[in-house]
C-alpha cells in the first residue's frame, strides 16, 4: 500500500474520520494511530513488525533505566545498548550479505574458505529509517533532550506512526511523541493546507518523477549503448529530476498526512537543485537524515571543532557511512565518497579564500552551475546496478556518439515542468495553497477530483514504487 | 462529528469521496470517470472492497512493492518448491480424471503416472481457459508448383519416428533457445520429460558451467565455483567476438576454477569452449579421478573460436569435474547417455530476445549449433520484445527484422533442421488505480512471429493464444498460475504450458506417423462401472467400517509368478481397506521373490516340482499350475510371516493344499511344529488323485507348516494359504511363468474350481496375454472363443467379478538387434478386450499404461531400469511402477463408483 495509492487515500479517509471522532479520548486516538500504523505496516509484510517491536522494547527499557539510573556510566552503558542493538538489526539484516560477498571476493583468492551461500535475509521496509529515528530518540533522552517520561504505547507509537513509518521523514522525539498527550487541533486552514501539500506530493510523484523515470530514464540506464551521447546525458539530468520529485513528493504526502491528524513534521527539502554549493546542497537536500548525521554522528566526530584535517576525515566518514545508509552496495559508498571529497574541496576553498558576502550573479550561476552538475555525474553511480554499468555509461556520455532523438516531447515537457517548479518562488505555491484553502468546501472536492482526473491522464501507465522505499 | 463541519477537511473529504464515486459510475466519457474500473460489469460491492483493500485483504497473494529498477524488462523469478513427487506405490493418492478426455489431444502414449499428472493439467487448463492449440507447420521445402514438400517440422518428426522404430542410433536433438520463461526450465522440462518418456532419453543435454545468474535453479548448470568471470549476450558489454547460441561466456580469470556435474546415466561428456591463444587447460575428473587433461589453446596464434571437445564417461559415474589452469574460457557442457533418445538442450537468457542471440558471432553461432545437429531449433522469445514495445523503446519493424534474422542464421546454419517458433505469453501491468490490465505488445509481436515463421520455412506455435489470449495473465494471477510481476508464470502455469505444447507437437508426431501396432489400445480401467459393482461395493461397505474381507485372485504367467506386481498392489489396498492375511503360497522352490513378503519355502530331500506348461491336459495342479511330489521322507516347509514377533492375535486359518494319491500313506503335517492329528479315515479308498484341503486354525501372524512325505510312499503338495479373521483384503498371486489362458483351460477344471472356490475370491483378475503375444502361431480364434468360456466357468465357480490385464509391451530383437513388436502382439490387443467384454470383464491395458508404443524400450532405458533386457518382463521397479498405476486406475473407478451410487448395497456373497 504505497502511499500514491487509492488504497492509501481510501485508508487515510477511514482512519482521519475515526480519529477525528474520537481525538478527545487519549487512549482513543491513540488506540487509533496504532491500529491504523500497524495494519500498514502489516499489509506490506507483517514479519517485521516482531523486529520492530523487539527493538523499541529494548529501546524503552532503555530509555527507562537511563530515567532511573543516578550514574553517568550506566547511563552511557545503557545508551550504548540501545545503539549497538540498533545497529545490530541494521548490519544484520542490510549488511550482512554485502560483508559476505566482500568476504568472497577478498579471501576466495587467496584460497580461504567463505560461505559461498546467500543469505537471504529479507530487509525488512523502513529499517534503515526505523533504526536511525530510534537512536535519535535514546540519545536524546541521554542528552536530555527528550523526555524519559513516554509509555511504551506512545515509544511505539513513535516509530511506526504510518505517514512516515516506510521512508521517513526521520523524526524527532520533540516533533512527534511529545505531541502525543496533547488534544490535537486541525483549523480548516490547516486541513486545507494538508489537502494541498498532499495533492502536491501526487502531482510530483505521478506526474513528473514517474513519467521522467518510465518514457527516458529506465530506457537508458537499462542500455546506455543503444542511446547517444546527449541522450545519456539528458537521462541523467532527467533521473537527477526524477529522484528529487519522486522522494519530494513522498515527503509532501507524508507531511500532508500527518498534519491531517494534527501533527506538523519538519520539512525534508528545501529546493536542493539550487544550492550554490555542494554544503548548501546537503543543507537542503534530505534534511531529515542530513540533520540526523550531522547531529549524531558529525558532531559527536568533532564537527568543526577540530583541526583542519580531522574535519576533512570526520566529513569523509560521514559521507561515506551515510551513502552506506542507502544501500548495502559499495557503490553508496563510493557515490557518498564523491560527495565527501567534494564538500572537502568545498570547505578548502571556503578556508582559503573565505566565505563571499554577497557573491556577484556570475558566480552565484557557477556556483549553481558546478554543484548541479556534481550532483548530476553522481547520481550516475547511484542509479547504476553496479559500478561496471555506472563506468559504462559514464563513458557513453563522453563518446560523442550524435543524437538526442529518442527525448520525446513529453520527456522535454517534463523536464521543464520540473525546472520550472523546482525555480519557481516559494511565493506562488504559497499563494495557491492559500486560494485552495479559501475555496468553499465543493469547490474544493471539485479541484481535487480534477486533480485525480489530471493524474489519471498525465502519469505513467504503470505505477512505480518510491526510489527511497529500498533503503 | 467535529470533522464534518461546514469548511472542515473531513467534509472536504466526504464530498470529494462521493464526486469521484459518482462521476466513475455516471454515464459520462470514461476519460472522465477517476476510477474507471468501478463502470465495467459485475457488482459494485467487490470492485469497491478491491480498490480500497489491499490485495492481501481481499484474498489474493499480497503485491510486493515491483523491483525498483524497472528498467530491465526480464528478470530471473523466484524460485518456488516444487512438490515431491511421492514414488511409493503405497502413497500412490488415486485422483479422479476431472475433465473427459478428447481423444486426440495427444495424451495416448504418456505413461500411467504422468498421464495422471497429464490430466490434472487438462483439469486446469479448462478451468483457466487455456485452449489446444496446433501448431501451424507452415513449409519448409516447396516445389517449383508451390507444392509443400516437406513441412516445417518435418525433420524432427522422422527423426523421432526413426527412434520409435529403433533404427536411429544417434539421438534426437533439440536446441530451444529463449528467455527467463526458458531460464528457469519449468516449461521446458515438462517437454523434455514427456519427449524422452515417449522416445526415450537420450541424456541432460546442454547445461551451463555454473548458474549465469545469482538465483534460480541449478538443473540447467553445473555447480560451479565462486570465481568464475560471467559475461552474457544480454550484458551491456557483452561478449562480442567468442560466444555463440550458448550465450554465455564462463572465464578463469584468477586462479583455478571448478564446476562439478552429477553425470549418473550420461556417458559422453562434451566441453563448448573457447580455443584462444595462450589459453589453458582443464582437468576432467570422474568421481575425483583424473580421466583426461583439455587444452584449450586455439591453433591459431591470433583468432579465437569456438571448440568442442568429447570424453567418454565410464559405466557408473556419478560425477564430472573440471578445473582450470590459467586462463580458460568455457561455454557449456553436454551430457549425453550415447543410446538413442531425445535430448532436450535449452539455453534461457534472463532479458534474451531476439535480437539478443543476433549478438552471438556468427561463427561460433554456426560451429555450435552443427556441433549439436540438432532435429528442431525453437526459438521461443518476445515477451522482452512486447515489453520493450509496451514501452515504446523498439517498433513492431524492428521486431520483425530481427526475428527474421534469426531464423534465417538458424537456418541456414543447420538447413537439415526443423525450426519453430514460439509466440510471446500473454502478460500484465499494474494500473494506477490498482486495476491489472493487459500489457500491450503480446499480440501484435505473436503476429509478427507467425508471419515469420511461415515466410522463413519454420513451425509456429501460438503460446498466446494456448494460454487463453489477451487478459489470461490476469486470469492466471488471480489463480496463483502467476507471479505478482506478471510476466512470469509460477511452475504450476509453467507445467500448463510445457504441457500444452507438449501435446501440440505430440499431435504433429501423431499425425505424420503410422502406429506400429494399429489397434486402439486406451489407457485406463474400461467398464469398470458395470463389471465391478459388487466388488466396490464391498470395498466400500470394508471402507465403512464393516467386519468383512474382499478376496481377489490373480490368476496369470510370470508377471503374476514374480509376486512384484501383487505385492505393490497388495501394499496399497491392505493400507487402506485392511489386511486379511497373505492369502495363496504355491508349493516349490525356495524363492527370493518371496522374500519381501517376508514368506519362505524350504524343500529338505527328494522333490520334483512339476508344471502344466508342457503337460497333457486334464492334469490336475495346484492353483498356480504347479505341484511338488516329494519323495518318501521328503520335507516341505512354507513359513508365513518369517521374522515377524511373536504374537497371540490375530486368530487365523491356515489352508494346506494337497493332492491325496490312492494308496499311499497320509503325510505328517506339522503346523508351527505341532502335529495335527491324523486325519479322519474317508468314507471310501480313493479311486483318483483328489485335491484336499486341510484347514487349520492358528493365532498369531507368523506361521509354519511342513509337510512330510511318509516313508512308505510320496507326497504332492499344491501350496498352503494364510488368512486372518481380521476384516481387509486378500490378494493371491496365483502364477505360473510361461503360461497362457490355455494352460490355465487345460488343467483339471475340477481341481481348479474346488481350489478357486475355497479361496472365496470376489474378483478374479486375469492377467495373460503376454505370452500369447510371442506365440507367431497364435489361434486368436481359439483365444477369443475359449478364454471368455474359460472365464465364465471360473465365475459361476466361485459366484465372482472379474478384471482382464492385457499384455505388457513385448518386443523381440532381430538379428540385428533391431526391436520390433512381438509377433501376435497387435492380435492379442484386439483381442482380448472383445474376450473381456464377452465375458462381462472389466479391461485394463498395461501397455497402454506403459506408454503404448514402444514403451518397452523406453522402460528398459530409464534409470533405474524398469523394463528387462528380454523385452518381456519388467524390472522389480517396473513392477512397482506398473503396480502404481494400476491400483490408481482401479481407485479412481472405485471412487467414481462410490459418487455414483453412495448408498447401494449388494448381498454378501
Not at chain 1, 474520537?22 to 487512549?27: G, P, T
Not at chain 2, 472536504?12 to 476510477?35: C, D, K, N
Not at chain 2, 490485495?55 to 518456488?80: M, Q
Not at chain 2, 509453467?494 to 503410422?514: C, E, N, P, T
Request: charged share 20%.
Amino acid at each position: 500500500m504505497l502511499s500514491h495509492s487509492l488504497q492509501y487515500l481510501a485508508f487515510v479517509v477511514v482512519v482521519f474520520a475515526t480519529y477525528w471522532a474520537v481525538h478527545r479520548q487519549y487512549w482513543g486516538r491513540m488506540a487509533v494511530l496504532l491500529l491504523a500504523s500497524v495494519y500498514f505496516y502489516a499489509v506490506f509484510t507483517p514479519f517485521p513488525l516482531l523486529i520492530f517491536l523487539a527493538g523499541v522494547t529494548v529501546d524503552h527499557l532503555c530509555v527507562k533505566g537511563m530515567a532511573r539510573a543516578q550514574s553517568q556510566g550506566v547511563r552511557k552503558a545503557l545508551v550504548t545498548l540501545s545503539i549497538v542493538s540498533n545497529l545490530g538489526l541494521l548490519a544484520g539484516f542490510k549488511y550482512l550479505e554485502l560483508l559476505r560477498q566482500t568476504m568472497v571476493s577478498l579471501l576466495a583468492p587467496l584460497g580461504i574458505g567463505v560461505r559461498t551461500e546467500p543469505f537471504h535475509l529479507l530487509l525488512p521496509v523502513g529499517l534503515s529509517f526505523f533504526v536511525f529515528q530510534a537512536i535519535s530518540y535514546t540519545v536524546d533522552v541521554y542528552r536530555g533532550k527528550a523526555s524519559a517520561e513516554h509509555s511504551f504505547i506512545e515509544h511505539l507509537l513513535y516509530m511506526l506512526f504510518f505517514p512516515r513509518v516506510v521512508s521517513g521523514p526521520i523524526v524527532r522525539a520533540s516533533e512527534l511523541m511529545a505531541h502525543f498527550r496533547e488534544t490535537p487541533s486541525l483549523t480548516p486552514e490547516q486541513g486545507g493546507h494538508a489537502l494541498f501539500r498532499i495533492a502536491v506530493g501526487l502531482v510530483k510523484k505521478l506526474v513528473i518523477a514517474d513519467v521522467l523515470g518510465s518514457a527516458l530514464v529506465d530506457p537508458v540506464f537499462g542500455a546506455p549503448e543503444k542511446y547517444a551521447s546527449a541522450e545519456c546525458i539528458v537521462a541523467a539530468v532527467a533521473y537527477t529530476f526524477e529522484l528529487y520529485y519522486d522522494f519530494s513528493g513522498y515527503s509532501d504526502i507524508a507531511i500532508g498526512v500527518a498534519a491531517l491528524f494534527g501533527f506538523k513534521f519538519p520539512e525534508n527539502f528545501n529546493r536542493p537543485y539550487l544550492a550554490k554549493n555542494i554544503g548548501e546542497f546537503w543543507n537542503r537536500w534530505h534534511l531529515s537524515l542530513s540533520t540526523w548525521l550531522r547531529d549524531y554522528l558529525y558532531r559527536p566526530l568533532g564537527g568543526n571543532r577540530v583541526s583542519k584535517p580531522r574535519v576533512l576525515f570526520n566529513l569523509m566518514t560521514v559521507m561515506v557511512l551515510g551513502g552506506l545508509w542507502h544501500g548495502a552496495d559499495w557503490r553508496f559508498a563510493v557515490w557518498g565518497a564523491v560527495h565527501g571529497v567534494a564538500l572537502g574541496v568545498s570547505r578548502c576553498w571556503e578556508w582559503w579564500v573565505g566565505k563571499p558576502e554577497s557573491p556577484g550573479i556570475p558566480r552565484v550561476a557557477l556556483g549553481m552551475l558546478t554543484t548541479f552538475t556534481i550532483v548530476v555525474l553522481t547520481r550516475v553511480v547511484f542509479r547504476a546496478p553496479d559500478m561496471t554499468h555506472a563506468g559504462e555509461f559514464y563513458a557513453r556520455m563522453i563518446e560523442g556518439v550524435p543524437g538526442i532523438a529518442n527525448v520525446s516531447p513529453l520527456v522535454w515537457g517534463m523536464l521543464a515542468a520540473a525546472v520550472f517548479f523546482h525555480a519557481v518562488p516559494l511565493k506562488l505555491y504559497t499563494v495557491s495553497s492559500e486560494l485552495f484553502v479559501r475555496m468553499p468546501v465543493p469547490v474544493r472536492a471539485v479541484a481535487l477530483v480534477l486533480l485525480g482526473l489530471g493524474i489519471r491522464h498525465l502519469s505513467s501507465v504503470e505505477t512505480r514504487p518510491y526510489v527511497y522505499l529500498q533503503f | 462529528m467535529d470533522f464534518l463541519k461546514a469548511r472542515s477537511t473531513g467534509l472536504t473529504l466526504l464530498l470529494t469521496v462521493a464526486l469521484a464515486l459518482g462521476l466513475s459510475l455516471a454515464p459520462v466519457p470514461e476519460s472522465l470517470r477517476p476510477v474507471p474500473s468501478l463502470q465495467r460489469s459485475g457488482p459494485l460491492g467487490p470492485k469497491l472492497v478491491a480498490l480500497v483493500l489491499p490485495a492481501s485483504l481481499t484474498g489474493k497473494k499480497p503485491a510486493r512493492p515491483p523491483p525498483v529498477d524497472t528498467a530491465v524488462a526480464d528478470v530471473l523469478p523466484p524460485e518456488e518448491e516444487e512438490p515431491d513427487a511421492g514414488t511409493s506405490v503405497a502413497d500412490t493418492v488415486p485422483t479422479l480424471p476431472l475433465v473427459p478426455t478428447t481423444p486426440g489431444i495427444g495424451l495416448e502414449e504418456l505413461s500411467a503416472p504422468t498421464l495422471a499428472r497429464a490430466l490434472e493439467l487438462e483439469a486446469l487448463r479448462e478451468r483457466m481457459g487455456a485452449q489446444h492449440v496446433d501448431i501451424e507447420l507452415n513449409c519448409r521445402k516447396s516445389a517449383p508448383d508451390g507444392t509443400c514438400l516437406e513441412d516445417g517440422l518435418a525433420p524432427f518428426t522422422r527423426a523421432l519416428a526413426d527412434l520409435r522404430a529403433d533404427t536411429r542410433r544417434t539421438p534426437v536433438r533439440v536446441v530451444h533457445l529463449g528467455d527467463s520463461l526458458v531460464a528457469s526450465d519449468h516449461i521446458t522440462d515438462m517437454v523434455r520429460d514427456r519427449l524422452q518418456e515417449r522416445f526415450g532419453a537420450g541424456g541432460r543435454g546442454f547445461l551451463f558451467i555454473t548458474r549465469p545468474a545469482s538465483a534460480g535453479r541449478w538443473t540447467r548448470s553445473g555447480r560451479g565455483s565462486d570465481g568464475w568471470e560471467i559475461a552474457r549476450l544480454v550484458d551491456t558489454k557483452w561478449p562480442r567476438d567468442r560466444v555463440g547460441w550458448t550465450g554465455v561466456a564462463f572465464t578463469s580469470g584468477g586462479g583455478a576454477q571448478s564446476t562439478r556435474y552429477d553425470v549418473e546415466g550420461s556417458r559422453v561428456a562434451e566441453l563448448f569452449f573457447l580455443a584462444q591463444p595462450a589459453s589453458g587447460s582443464v582437468q576432467l575428473s570422474v568421481d575425483g579421478k583424473p580421466v583426461q587433461r583439455i587444452q584449450t589453446r586455439g591453433f591459431s596464434k591470433t583468432k579465437s573460436e569456438a571448440a568442442f571437445a568429447r570424453v567418454s564417461l565410464p559405466e557408473g559415474a556419478k560425477t564430472l569435474s573440471l578445473t582450470t589452469s590459467g586462463k580458460v574460457e568455457l561455454h557449456g557442457v553436454s551430457l549425453e547417455t550415447g543410446t538413442p533418445g531425445v535430448v532436450y538442450d535449452t539455453v534461457g537468457l534472463l532479458g534474451g530476445m531476439a535480437e539478443v542471440y543476433l549478438r552471438a558471432q556468427p561463427a561460433a553461432f554456426r560451429a555450435q549449433l552443427r556441433q549439436r545437429k540438432p532435429s528442431l531449433v525453437v526459438l521461443m522469445v518476445g515477451g522482452n520484445e512486447a515489453f520493450f514495445y509496451s514501452r515504446e523503446r523498439t517498433t513492431l519493424d524492428q521486431v520483425r527484422q530481427q526475428m527474421k534474422d534469426l531464423i534465417a542464421r538458424v537456418r541456414a546454419n543447420v538447413p537439415d533442421s526443423a525450426c519453430l517458433v514460439m509466440s510471446p505469453i500473454d502478460a500484465g501491468v499494474r494500473t494506477l488505480s490498482g486495476d491489472v490490465i493487459p500489457r500491450r505488445g503480446s499480440k501484435e509481436v505473436g503476429d509478427i512471429f507467425r508471419e515469420e515463421a511461415r515466410a522463413g520455412g519454420c513451425a509456429f506455435y501460438d503460446a498466446f493464444t494456448a494460454m487463453g489470449g489477451e487478459g489470461s495473465a490476469i486470469r492466471w494471477l488471480d489463480e496463483g498460475l502467476m507471479l505478482e510481476d506478471l510476466v512470469h508464470p509460477r511452475v504450476k502455469g509453467s507445467d500448463l504450458l510445457g504441457h500444452l505444447f507438449d501435446l501440440s507437437l505430440q499431435r504433429v508426431f501423431a499425425k505424420s506417423h503410422a502406429p506400429l501396432v494399429a489397434v486402439a489400445d486406451p489407457p485406463g480401467l474400461q467398464g469398470a462401472d458395470a463389471a465391478l459393482v459388487k466388488t466396490f461395493e464391498r470395498l466400500g461397505r470394508r471402507e465403512a467400517g464393516e467386519s468383512m474381507r474382499v478376496g481377489i485372485a490373480q490368476l496369470g504367467a510370470s508377471h503374476t509368478a514374480s509376486h512384484y506386481f501383487t505385492d505393490a498392489v497388495r501394499e496399497v489396498l491392505t493400507k487402506r481397506f485392511g489386511d486379511a492375511g497373505r492369502g495363496f503360497i504355491a508349493a516349490g522352490k525356495p524363492s527370493p521373490r518371496l522374500e519381501t513378503a517376508h514368506v519362505a519355502r524350504e524343500l529338505e530331500g527328494e522333490w520334483t516340482v512339476e508344471d502344466a506348461l508342457d503337460a497333457a491336459p486334464g492334469g490336475l495342479w495346484g492353483l498356480t499350475g504347479v505341484r511338488a511330489v516329494g519323495a518318501p521322507g521328503a520335507k516341505l516347509r512354507i513359513q508365513f510371516c518369517k521374522g515377524c514377533p511373536d504374537a497371540k492375535t490375530p486368530a487365523g486359518r491356515l489352508d494346506l493344499y494337497t493332492l491325496d494319491v490312492p494308496n499311499a500313506g497320509a503325510p505328517d503335517i506339522l503346523v508351527d511344529g505341532q502335529p495335527v492329528p491324523p486325519d479322519a479315515p474317508l468314507p471310501e479308498p480313493l479311486a483318483a488323485p483328489t485335491v484336499r484341503i486341510r484347514s487349520f486354525p492358528v493365532s498369531g501372524p507368523a506361521h509354519t507348516v511342513q509337510v512330510s512325505a511318509p516313508a512308505d510312499s510320496g507326497v504332492t503338495v499344491l501350496g498352503a494359504a494364510l488368512e486372518q479373521d481380521t476384516p481387509g483384503v486378500v490378494l493371491d498371486a496365483l502364477g505360473l511363468p510361461g503360461a497362457t489362458a490355455f494352460t490355465l483351460r487345460d488343467m483339471d477344471a475340477a481341481a481348479v474350481d474346488a481350489q478357486l472356490t475355497s479361496r472365496r475370491p470376489d474378483l478374479l483378475v486375469f492377467w495373460y496375454g503376454t505370452n500369447e503375444a510371442g506365440k507367431a502361431d497364435l489361434e486368436a480364434e481359439g483365444l477369443r472363443r475359449d478364454y471368455p468360456a474359460l472365464i465364465a466357468r471360473l465365475r459361476k465357480a466361485t459366484n465372482a467379478e472379474c478384471l482382464l490385464l492385457g499384455p505388457t509391451d513385448r518386443l523381440e530383437q532381430d538379428a540385428n538387434g533391431q526391436w520390433h513388436e512381438a509377433p501376435a502382439l497387435a492380435s492379442v490387443l484386439s483381442t482380448l478386450p472383445q474376450v473381456a467384454k464377452e465375458a462381462g470383464c472389466a479391461y485394463w491395458s498395461p501397455r497402454a499404461a506403459m506408454g503404448g508404443e514402444r514403451a518397452m524400450l523406453r522402460w528398459q532405458h530409464a534409470e533405474p531400469a524398469l523394463g528387462h533386457a528380454d523385452g518381456v518382463h519388467l524390472t522389480q521397479e517396473g513392477y512397482a511402477r506398473l503396480a502404481g498405476a494400476f491400483v490408481r486406475d482401479f481407485l479412481a473407478a472405485y471412487e467414481l463408483h462410490k459418487k455414483a451410487q453412495p448408498t447401494a448395497r449388494v448381498e454378501d456373497n
